[in-house]
Nanobody, 118 residues
């Protein structure tokens, strides 16, 4: 089973940038799409962005225009470039590999903390 490992989180000032990485232990085409989610303290996990197997990117309204999802298929890695960060972007960020089969569970990484100071 392909596993996912996130990295790149950290502490940044408001207005700054970070780039998160989601590295797959096998081919990212093992998934129908790879997405980023985030969970802030006391809140439910929310979807941030996804890139489909065909390379189509979709974004939540809250991050559209500030975040960019991309991939490097040779490295089996999906990235989330985050610009113009706001304190409300503070959360643990997770990547998720979406299973082709509805009967099979999706694959989650362990998460990486992003903290944006005001």
């Amino acid at each position: 089973q392909v596993q996912l490992v996130e990295s790149g989180g950290g502490l940044v000032q408001g207005g700054g940038s970070l780039r998160l990485s989601c590295a797959a232990s096998g081919s990212i085409f093992s998934f129908s799409g790879v997405g980023w989610y985030r969970q802030a303290p006391g809140k439910q996990r929310e979807w941030v962005a996804e890139i489909t197997g065909g390379g189509i990117a979709n974004y939540a309204n809250s991050v559209r225009g500030r975040f960019t999802i991309s991939r490097d298929t040779a490295k089996n890695t999906v990235y989330l470039q985050m610009n113009s960060l706001k304190p409300e972007d503070t959360a643990v960020y997770y990547c998720k590999g979406r299973s082709f089969a509805t009967t099979r569970a999706d694959t989650w990484g362990q998460g990486t903390q992003v903290t944006v100071s005001s």
